[in-house]
């Protein structure tokens, strides 16, 4: 039996502790910092740049939090170190750096956003997470990325991430498979991260009958309240969640 019950040891912060409050931004080394100092599971999200330098931010493009429009693939690290985050000191981070200063102290679940061929940012990953000592998961919305995982690091603890697509542009086909997770079978993903938003409970329960499931992503104390009991663990955003 593989132990996820890293997965299970706090709520989980989406994109690190951030705060516009406090002006910490998402996937930020400080959100990863605030996450730590709080013990919260840091959720992260990993693209790969031109240059194979892997670093940690969430959209394809940068511009939402940088005012550059451009897409993160089309730079290499050492151009896009050079641009701040919205109103901070702060770059995007290299997950290099992120792993250093995590450094085992909170378990990381990390996302992989790749409009790659799968093959071309999992082996980078792979090599970089095969030398970190702490606890972490990784998990995607492409299962191909999870079965590259499967076949090629199997002790690693891999996830699929799915919702009903509701509003994704994509064919009535792709969009069937990926809600009803059919690949399932082939994958064995060792844990099910599904849309909040676009599950009901009575199919939470069902899921959660066969794998650990995670919910994401809550925005409000009184959301955790009445999900909580129904998941396994809930991604969270936007509310003091300690």
Known sequence: MRNLEFLKSSPIAHRGLHSEEKKIIENSLGAFKAAIDNKLIIELDVHLLKDNEIVVYHDDNINRLTNVDKNIKEFTYEELKKIKLNGSNECIPKLTEVLNLVNGKVPLLIEIKNDNP??????????????????????????????????NRPNVIRGQLSSNFKNDKMNILKKFILSKMLLNCITKPDFISYDVSSIDLKSVKKLRAKRMILGWTVRSREEYERLIKHYDNLICEGFKIV
């Open 118 to 151: 799968v093959g071309t940012l999992e082996p980078k990953l792979a090599n970089i997470l095969d030398s970190y000592k702490g606890d972490y998961a990784i998990q995607s919305f492409n299962p191909l990325s999870i079965n590259w995982f499967k076949k």
